[in-house]
């Protein structure tokens, strides 16, 4: 079953709807209608949405989720004053973000009460460029936004930059990069706790001319994967036609 029938709406008198483990996509909106329905669990389905009619629902007390395909919550759950026990685990959801679900249904109540109702698209990122000192993460910077060529910059700590690129999928729209390029010294490594981020993009950089920083890629990655956790990696060689012809290729690396 992909889908509920929409006579379910005439089953007003309903308490309780059990509907784990099928195989649903969407609810109908006559699940509104269920005006008396006080336990809804709908575990390991594949919903994708919730209907906003879900608000009827006020005496709604238990609404499992778990397990689903959900992105994101209608802004009206946040009106189901009765409701006491939510459960969400195992769903791919950014809005509330796993941050906010860990802490509780009240908290998930207040995120989503102050989403507006008109939704203002923000598009910014944050890139952050990692490796080794010396492998060239500056000038991979300043060629990426000033399409320049500099050489032996060494950065000291932390610079910050924007770069605007065109937006893939808007008309005349635009992407804001905010652009984090860290310094490569061992000295600087207890820092970068602090602001290596989740939901962030990473370009780590390594030195082709050198076996050693081939070597250390795993670090930067075990490094990334604590803080940035599934954070997207793209991995960067530079100076290859200076290569030291010792180092085995193509590269592998298995992670």
């Known amino acids: 079953m992909i889908s509920l029938p929409h006579l379910i709406g005439n ?3 309903l308490t309780a709807l059990y509907l784990n483990e099928n195989q649903l996509l969407l609810l109908s909106p ?3 209608k269920l005006i008396k329905l006080a336990v809804l669990l709908l575990k390991r389905n594949r919903l994708i949405s919730l209907p906003h009619e879900i608000a009827k629902l006020s005496h709604l007390t238990t609404l499992d989720l ?4 959900l992105i994101s919550l209608p802004r009206e759950i946040a009106k189901l004053a009765n409701l006491t026990t939510l459960k969400l685990e195992d769903n791919p959801l950014k809005s509330p973000p796993p941050e906010i679900v860990k802490q509780g249904i009240n908290t998930v109540f ?3 009460r102050q989403i507006p109702t008109r939704v203002i698209e923000n598009n910014e990122a944050k890139l952050l460029l990692v490796g080794e000192g010396g ?3 500056t000038c991979l910077k300043r060629r990426l936004i000033y399409d320049e060529f500099i050489r032996d910059k060494t950065t000291r700590g932390i610079d910050v930059s924007e770069w605007r690129i065109t937006a893939p999928t808007e008309e005349h729209g635009e992407i804001k990069l905010n652009v984090w390029d860290f ?3 061992e000295i600087y490594y207890a820092t970068h706790q602090f602001f290596l981020t989740k939901r962030s993009v990473y370009l780590l950089v390594w030195n082709a001319l050198k ?3 081939y070597e250390r890629i795993y670090y ?3 490094t990334i994967e604590a803080f940035g956790e599934d954070s997207p990696i793209i991995l960067v060689m530079s100076k290859l036609n200076e290569r030291d012809d010792d180092l085995k290729y193509p590269l592998q690396i298995k992670w």
């Open 11 to 13: 089953l007003t008198n």
């Open 30 to 32: 006559e699940i509104g």
């Open 66 to 69: 778990t397990r689903n395909q």
């Open 110 to 112: 207040e995120y989503l």
């Open 135 to 137: 492998v060239g993460k």
């Open 183 to 185: 310094g490569g010294q």
């Open 211 to 213: 076996s050693h920083d």
């Open 220 to 222: 930067w990655l075990h």
